[in-house]
């Protein structure tokens, strides 16, 4: 058994110091209201839908310390049902480019572009007589938008061992408008006939419209 | 600081996915699509279809090929009544009345002017533009001729309007776009009638309409409305409520509830008057309370039937000829000219029958003589009738009775055949054009049938729709009642002409809310000439 050794005790090692936490990936998840140029899809009165999101970007370029070139893809699914009987469901699928201004620590002014695809699947249910009328059509999608990121301050999540360091928290408010090709929507009937039959269409189904997205972002 | 705005965000985060879930919240629920049921017009069916604000589209359903295609248009306010339009054009064109709107001011102030109703005429292309006309103002009700020439608005209505006025519309100079195609008819008798009754075209000396009130005529003289009414007292003694009004050629007998009395009133042209006619009256009498009144003959062998718990044959000119006995309990006529089981002439012959009586008892006119001595002869029914209508090309008459049970009775043979309907709901549709009067039977929405009249050959006719299915899978997942817009009831049977010629079309209109007719050739009802027209409500729902 050695002796204790006496002397003067070492300083405690101090945490290493980072620099500004480095966040390329950014995630998130929210909502869109959207208003469409006809009435709801001259479904009803109602004036406004609402669609889910799901987005993913990573930062690609920064030009000016200030200025960051995110590229990403976007989700956006629109599922109504209205009185059992009208059943619209839409997904956009986008590739799309953000370009962020680090204006502060937590606010981050933004202008995004994306481009991408549509499909449409619109139904309506005849319960009285048993037949159910579908179709689906695709397009063409295209989104304009600005916005700003209200996000937490670098490094308020860093543990003391320095991890999570670049880890963020925000709220991303966009406003903009959807450019989407309309559908042209024949009235299918889902069953089978053995005698000839005579259809119609549903008509146009406007898919632009104005929105609003709202979303929590997670950046690391 | 820091914890306050990540609060702050994940509150706002919350707010939003709640917003966007639920933003249905608050929204006016879609009205389901419904329709009155459809007319018939050349290769199609027009629909009335009452929007939320109180006025009408229409919806023509235009089958004159397998693409079918529809074509809607708006009406002007007021309810809506749809008429077949008789005559040339029965079952090919539709008279479309709208009643018309009183001004009014909206919730906002709003001032919105007096929309007169309105007389139009539809085809399959559509509203035929030079026979629309505004109405005068409003009016309640609308009665066609039996020829299509004139229409007649009535029941007029609104603030401060004369409420027993009739306007006469004379559709023919509606088509040829006369200037003056409508004259407006004040009454002067201030009571307002409820129905009105036509001089058949071809049988009387004028085209008159005559309104029948309690213990007066009210006549118009359809010629010339321009000309003041006619106005008729029945009786100075005892008030007379008219029944019926029948025409011979240059008179016309009234007969009254509960009374024995018969008018008779004989046209009589004069030189000078406002009219150039008179209506000269005469009172005839039956044995006692005549319930239904017909006549056969003409000139010197005009009679008149009077069935007033005996047959009383009556002449005109000099009343009672000849009373038969044993009919009592009849309380209708039916009068035909046919042979019978033992005359192979074709002479005047007379049917009674009376609803809720299992018998139909026949009477021969054609030897004036033996009319007193002749007794009825009765056949049984089997059952209480319930309505009874005549199919003169055949001289058949079709029998309904309160049961599942029709009856077919030869008027010549004096015979009865039964027909068993697989329910009491069944909807049965006369097709008189047919070669051979068939009568098809519609039970639920997919089960038609028909039989031939004459021979009795029945069909089952072989509909190959797939059989509703149940796009709910499950009771629990089916919407309330009240959103199901009950737009036709199963089976509902109408009868479409073609294009040009005699061809029909059989449209069999099941339940649905967003439309479906299958239309069947009505003298080959085979799937291969069979048409399925689906979801025309829907057409166009996002345009």
């Given at each position: 058994m050695l002796p204790p050794r006496l002397g003067p005790v070492e300083p405690a090692v101090e945490p290493r110091r980072h620099g500004d936490a480095t966040a390329p990936f950014a995630l998130g998840i929210g909502g869109s209201f959207l208003w469409p140029g006809e009435q709801d899809y001259?479904?009803?009165?109602?004036k406004r839908t609402g669609a889910f999101e799901l987005f993913a970007t990573y930062?690609?370029?920064?030009?000016?310390?200030t200025l960051v070139l995110a590229a990403g893809v976007s989700l956006r699914n629109e599922s109504r049902t209205i009185d059992y009987d009208y059943d619209l469901r839409q997904n956009i699928v986008q590739a799309e480019l953000m370009v962020r201004q680090v204006a502060t620590p937590w606010l981050h002014p933004h202008l995004r572009v994306a481009v991408g695809g549509v499909i449409t699947n619109f139904s309506r249910t005849d319960s009285a007589a048993g037949v159910k009328y579908e179709d689906t059509a695709g397009g063409v999608a295209s989104t304009f938008g600005a916005g700003f990121t209200l996000r937490t301050p670098?490094?308020?999540?860093?543990?003391?061992?320095?991890?999570?360091?670049?880890l963020s928290f925000g709220v991303l408010v966009e406003g903009g408008y959807a450019l989407n090709q309309d559908a042209e929507l024949e009235a299918k009937p889902t069953q089978a006939s053995e005698i000839e039959r005579a259809t119609f269409s549903f008509g146009s189904l406007e898919r632009s419209a104005a929105y609003l997205r709202i979303a929590g972002v997670v950046r690391f | 600081m820091t914890k306050t705005l990540l609060t702050r965000a994940v509150s706002l985060l919350a707010l939003t996915l709640s917003l966007t879930s639920g933003c249905d919240e608050g929204s006016q629920a879609v009205r389901p699509q419904s329709a009155l049921p459809p007319r018939s017009v050349e290769d199609g069916l027009l629909y009335i279809e009452p929007r939320d604000d109180g006025n009408a589209n229409t919806l023509l359903l235009d089958v004159?090929?397998?693409d079918a295609r529809v074509v809607r248009s708006e009406l002007p306010a007021g309810t809506v009544q749809t008429l077949?339009?008789?005559?040339?054009n029965k079952g090919r064109q539709v008279i479309v009345f709208t009643s018309g709107r009183a001004a009014y001011k909206d919730g906002d102030g709003k001032h919105h002017e007096l929309v007169p109703a309105h007389l139009m005429v539809f085809a399959r292309t559509g509203e035929l533009k030079p026979m629309t006309l505004p109405l005068a103002g409003m009016f309640g009700q609308i009665k066609l001729s039996e020829d299509g020439k004139y229409a007649l608005a009535y029941q007029s209505s609104g603030?401060?309007?004369?409420?027993n006025a009739i306007q006469v519309v004379d559709l023919d100079k509606l088509a040829a776009k006369d200037p003056a195609p409508s004259q407006l008819v004040e009454l002067l008798d201030g009571r307002e009638t409820g129905t009105l009754v036509f001089s058949p075209p071809g049988t009387f000396k004028r085209r008159l309409v005559i309104a029948p009130l309690p213990n007066a005529l009210q006549i118009i003289d359809l010629e010339h409305p321009e000309r003041r009414e006619i106005s008729i007292t029945l009786s100075e003694g005892s008030a007379l409520t008219p029944a019926k009004i029948v025409f011979a050629n240059d008179q016309f007998f009234v007969q009254n509830v509960g009374s024995p009395q018969i008018l008779s009133f004989q046209f009589i042209p004069v030189?000078?008057?406002?009219?150039?006619f008179q209506l000269a009256p005469t009172i005839l009498n039956a044995?006692?309370?005549?319930t239904d009144l017909a006549i056969t003959g003409k000139?010197?062998?005009l009679r008149l039937l009077a069935l007033s718990g005996r047959l009383d044959v009556l002449d005109?000119?000099?009343?009672?000829?000849a009373k038969v006995d044993a009919v009592t309990g009849f309380t209708q006529i039916l009068q035909f000219d046919g042979k019978s089981p033992v005359d192979q002439n074709v002479t005047p012959r007379a049917a009674l029958y009376a609803q809720g009586r299992g018998q139909i008892g026949f009477v021969d006119l054609g030897n004036e003589s033996a009319w007193a001595t002749r007794n009825v002869e009765l056949i049984e029914l089997g059952e209480a009738l319930l309505s009874l209508q005549h199919i003169p090309s055949k001289n058949l008459a079709l029998v309904r009775h309160a049961s599942n049970k029709l009856s077919v009775v030869d008027?010549?043979?004096?015979t009865v055949k039964r027909v068993l309907l697989d329910s009491t709901q069944a909807t049965t549709l006369l097709d008189e054009n047919a070669a051979h009067a068939r009568l098809w039977v519609a039970s639920g929405n997919d089960s038609l049938g028909s039989i031939d009249?004459?021979?009795?050959k029945a069909t089952s006719v072989?509909?190959?729709?797939t059989p509703p299915s149940d796009?709910?899978?499950?009771?629990?997942?089916?919407?309330?009642?009240?959103?199901?817009?009950?737009?036709?009831?199963?089976g509902n049977l109408v009868l479409v002409p073609r294009a040009g010629g005699t061809a029909r079309r059989l449209a069999v209109l099941q339940q649905s809310d967003t439309g479906r007719v299958t239309f069947l050739d009505?003298?080959?009802?085979i799937p291969a000439t069979a048409l399925e027209v689906l979801g025309f409500f829907i057409a166009g729902l996002l345009d």
């Open positions: 001259a479904l009803s009165e109602q930062d690609v370029w920064t030009p000016v310390p670098p490094r308020l999540f860093e543990t003391r061992k320095g991890h999570l360091a670049s | 004159a090929s397998n077949e339009r008789p005559g040339a603030f401060l309007v004369v409420q030189a000078r008057g406002e009219h150039d044995s006692s309370a005549v000139d010197d062998k005109p000119r000099i009343g009672t000829t008027l010549v043979a004096r009249l004459v021979s009795f072989p509909l190959s729709f796009p709910f899978g499950g009771e629990g997942d089916r919407p309330p009642f009240e959103q199901v817009a009950q737009v036709e009831q199963p009505a003298d080959n009802p």
